[in-house]
């Protein structure tokens, strides 16, 4: 019962904002229909991983490892030894400009980039669904306080109106017992 009070008082609000005759932006607009469902919050990683492929995953698992203090230690180690091992045995595999270990360093440079970068674009999108279910909230949680001014306007003016009453009640009440 309660929540089909909370669903049109929620109704009458939107009601109300719309025959105000404002113009509204798409997220504006969302938030107006929302309203009427009465659920506006959104977890934006479920929101968000429904759209995410094989590819997206696999980026943002390379991104984090890369991305990783482990990662460097890592291969900072592998470079030392590689040219440690390069130095002692003069003809092992890499001789001293390590040529080879140059264009190691390059090719995973050059496939990095690009998967961290998707990365970051996921991350981006992830950050823009978040932000505008933030701005849904705030919003709606703007136009709950406005509604709740409303009401304590009208309590507030009501009150005045019973003190009002009240006041002339004692008059009357006081002329009474003066004729007696």
Same mark, same amino acid.
């Given at each position: 019962?309660?929540?089909?009070?909370?669903?049109?008082?929620?109704?009458? @609000? %939107?009601?109300? =904002?719309?025959?105000?005759?404002?113009?509204?932006?798409?997220?504006?607009?969302?938030?107006?229909?929302?309203?009427?469902?009465? #659920?506006?919050?959104?977890?934006?990683? %479920?929101?968000?991983?429904?759209?995410?492929?094989?590819?997206? #995953?696999?980026?943002?698992?390379?991104?984090?490892? %890369?991305?990783?203090?482990?990662?460097?230690?890592?291969?900072?180690?592998?470079?030392? =030894?590689?040219? &440690?091992?390069?130095?002692?045995?003069?003809? @092992?595999?890499?001789?001293?400009?390590? =040529?080879?270990?140059? @264009? &190691?360093?390059?090719?995973?440079?050059?496939?990095?980039?690009?998967?961290?970068?998707?990365?970051?674009?996921?991350?981006?999108?992830?950050?823009?669904?978040?932000?505008?279910?933030?701005?849904? &909230?705030?919003?709606?949680?703007?136009?709950?306080?406005?509604?709740?001014?409303?009401?304590?306007?009208? @309590?507030?003016?009501?009150?005045? =109106?019973? %003190?009002?009453?009240?006041?002339?009640? &004692?008059?009357?009440?006081?002329?009474?017992?003066?004729?007696?």
């Amino acid at each position: 019962m309660e929540n089909e009070n909370d669903k049109s008082n929620s109704e009458k @609000l %939107v009601r109300e =904002i719309i025959d105000q005759g404002e113009i509204f932006n798409d997220i504006e607009e969302d938030l107006l229909h929302e309203l009427m469902g009465n #659920r506006i919050s959104k977890d934006s990683t %479920v929101a968000h991983a429904k759209n995410t492929t094989f590819g997206n #995953r696999m980026a943002d698992k390379i991104a984090a490892s %890369v991305g990783s203090w482990s990662f460097i230690i890592i291969a900072l180690a592998i470079i030392a =030894i590689w040219i &440690v091992l390069n130095t002692i045995f003069k003809k @092992l595999f890499d001789p001293f400009p390590f =040529i080879l270990l140059n @264009l &190691v360093l390059s090719c995973t440079a050059a496939i990095q980039a690009p998967v961290i970068m998707m990365s970051q674009n996921r991350q981006e999108d992830k950050d823009r669904i978040k932000s505008k279910n933030d701005y849904k &909230v705030n919003l709606k949680s703007e136009l709950i306080i406005q509604d709740l001014h409303k009401k304590m306007d009208l @309590l507030i003016d009501n009150q005045k =109106i019973l %003190v009002k009453n009240q006041s002339k009640m &004692v008059e009357y009440i006081d002329s009474l017992q003066k004729q007696k």
